[in-house]
């Protein structure tokens, strides 16, 4: 059975052997500065251990694997221009490094080229392939979409939130499952729970990403602690917090909101975090996902041994501190 | 036979008639305003044209017809945000009406919407189809790139500009064809011949739209005359100007071209482009591009009858005054 490790220097092989055209320049530059950016390969894995469990020929699923990686790599890179963001890995984003004239350019171009890589399919497979990536391609839209309009909202439910994060990160994690097991010839039932398996694990690591961003260890998470925070962002220890505290905490919290001093906002906010125990809900929550991820894994018809990988992935993917 | 009046209004309920969702209100609103901003609908034309050759079911080809317009409309919608263009058919552009944001992903999902429909296609076609498009694409994406390093260059030449207004335009509308012609069930040598004859009506279109942008007649062309002029921009007649003067009707150029006056320097540059005779020289290509195109219809093996539409296409394409 393949370990992730082996798969991610699988992954890594491929894409730096992918063969960009040299010319234009600034349009293929970009696209292998952004899929060469050091990233943990987390989809196309999934979508190579998904194709695994049902047929030792999982490299038919290679393509695929590679378009799903694309694809997440060209929302980063269209993202990062929306966000603003100066930084992705410790490297200046697209935008930054060149402009943004090239960085929206060379995300519609690494889109085409997910298209490309995810046709290259059976044709008795495209039909079924295609349709799943096309919905799932839509959705993120509208999850990027979403987290953009509650920007400036104050009143984003937990409900809605969720539905946001299943949008922007659950469904691609799901759909790279789902294709896998497409590929390698699964039932439909069988790429039914894993497409439910990939729901799961995807809503437990946003959540995760939420609760390091604000409760990570400095040291060990890599990035700045309370970015979130600092951006008023709402996610979903905010929006909880929001929820349940009463007029007085609400009070402070909002005025917190409007801190300037950052290290003091910071302080402030997560204490308040503490207090109202949105911490533990959020860690709860996580436990629920992971739990309802396993349980789905083990009514999967495959020897249990094959399954081994996916569930330390999904464990490693909700339970990690970076 | 169909006239290209019925094709344009059949396209004109079915492009009205398509069902957005709803919701996020910000990425779909865009994409409407985009599709029914009063296009000519010339890509999905010959799409329905080109099929109407080989079969009266030329309706298989909507999905397709209707996918090759909305990539065409992402294009545009993504070209105006890096040109920051304000107006596009005498209406604000979506990164104006709304904001850029919005506009890189509405536009991202524009696309993802283009591929939905030209997947849309009988699981035999598919493979055929989506190669001609994936490739076509990424051509088109290529051409805007090269067309954006020329704003910074004085030294692109005449072989350069034809083919980046071949990728830029040229190969979308012979992939319109191509793709129609597979779909109504094509010989692959009858899919190139339209295929070779998209491209020369394209360079022939495109050159007609850099003449009439300088030559037009303000009242009949709809749009400001000179644009072209005013922003340096490496058209066919300027950089046939540039190739063909002396040293001293160069430097008038050049002086020209730094001119803050924006009326003397459109009457400057159009007058040395009479003097060199530029604009006879862009008249004599559009009318070799348009012999080449017909010369070519005229070999495809289907009864001239049935091409005549064609044939009047390519004639209002390179001879429009608008």
Same mark, same amino acid.
């Given at each position: 059975?393949?370990?992730?490790?082996?798969?991610?220097?699988?992954?890594?092989?491929?894409?730096?052997?992918?063969?960009?055209?040299?010319?234009?320049?600034?349009?293929?530059?970009?696209?292998?500065?952004?899929?060469?950016?050091?990233?943990?390969?987390?989809?196309?894995?999934?979508?190579?251990?998904?194709?695994?469990?049902?047929?030792?020929?999982?490299?038919?699923?290679?393509?695929?694997?590679?378009?799903?990686?694309?694809?997440?790599?060209?929302?980063?890179?269209?993202?990062?221009?929306?966000?603003?963001?100066?930084?992705?890995?410790?490297?200046?984003?697209?935008?930054?490094?060149?402009?943004?004239?090239?960085?929206?350019?060379?995300?519609?171009?690494?889109?085409?080229?997910?298209?490309?890589?995810?046709?290259?399919?059976?044709?008795?497979?495209?039909?079924?392939?295609?349709?799943?990536?096309?919905?799932?391609?839509?959705?993120?839209?509208?999850?990027?979409?979403?987290?953009?309009?509650?920007?400036?909202?104050?009143?984003?439910?937990?409900?809605?939130?969720?539905?946001?994060?299943?949008?922007?990160?659950?469904?691609?994690?799901?759909?790279?499952?789902?294709?896998?097991?497409?590929?390698?010839?699964?039932?439909?039932?069988?790429?039914?729970?894993?497409?439910?398996?990939?729901?799961?694990?995807?809503?437990?690591?946003?959540?995760?990403?939420?609760?390091?961003?604000?409760?990570?260890?400095?040291?060990?998470?890599?990035?700045?602690?309370?970015?979130?925070?600092?951006?008023?962002?709402? /996610?979903?220890?905010?929006?909880?917090?929001? $929820?349940? @505290?009463? %007029? =007085?905490? +609400?009070? *402070?919290?909002?005025?917190? #909101? &409007?801190?300037?001093?950052?290290?003091?906002?910071?302080?402030?906010?997560?204490?308040?975090?503490?207090?109202?125990?949105?911490?533990?809900?959020?860690?709860?929550?996580?436990?629920?996902?992971? /739990?309802?991820?396993?349980?789905?894994?083990? $009514?999967? @018809?495959? %020897? =249990?041994? +094959?399954? *081994?990988?996916?569930?330390? #992935? &999904?464990?490693?993917?909700?339970?990690?501190?970076?």
């Amino acid at each position: 059975m393949l370990k992730l490790k082996e798969i991610q220097t699988l992954l890594e092989g491929e894409f730096s052997e992918i063969k960009f055209p040299i010319s234009p320049e600034k349009l293929y530059q970009p696209i292998k500065y952004a899929v060469n950016n050091g990233g943990k390969r987390i989809r196309p894995a999934l979508t190579l251990l998904a194709a695994e469990l049902f047929t030792d020929e999982y490299k038919k699923a290679l393509p695929q694997a590679i378009g799903l990686e694309l694809f997440h790599n060209f929302t980063l890179l269209h993202d990062d221009i929306m966000d603003n963001a100066e930084v992705r890995r410790n490297q200046p984003t697209v935008h930054k490094k060149w402009n943004e004239n090239i960085a929206i350019l060379s995300g519609d171009a690494m889109l085409i080229e997910a298209y490309k890589y995810i046709s290259n399919a059976d044709p008795s497979l495209m039909p079924e392939t295609l349709k799943v990536f096309n919905q799932t391609a839509i959705e993120v839209c509208e999850g990027q979409q979403y987290d953009m309009d509650f920007e400036s909202r104050m009143d984003v439910s937990e409900k809605e939130y969720l539905q946001m994060i299943k949008l922007k990160t659950a469904v691609l994690l799901a759909a790279s499952l789902k294709i896998g097991a497409i590929v390698g010839g699964a039932d439909a039932l069988s790429q039914k729970i894993l497409y439910d398996f990939g729901i799961k694990i995807g809503l437990g690591f946003q959540l995760k990403d939420d609760f390091l961003d604000t409760f990570g260890n400095p040291e060990v998470f890599g990035k700045n602690i309370g970015g979130d925070i600092v951006s008023n962002k709402k /996610t979903f220890l905010l929006i909880k917090a929001l $929820e349940t @505290s009463n %007029e =007085n905490k +609400k009070r *402070e919290l909002q005025q917190l #909101l &409007a801190e300037p001093n950052i290290d003091k906002k910071i302080e402030g906010i997560k204490n308040i975090y503490i207090d109202l125990g949105v911490d533990e809900a959020a860690t709860n929550m996580m436990g629920e996902y992971y /739990t309802q991820a396993t349980n789905m894994l083990n $009514e999967l @018809s495959v %020897e =249990n041994q +094959k399954k *081994e990988e996916l569930y330390n #992935l &999904a464990k490693k993917l909700i339970q990690r501190d970076k």
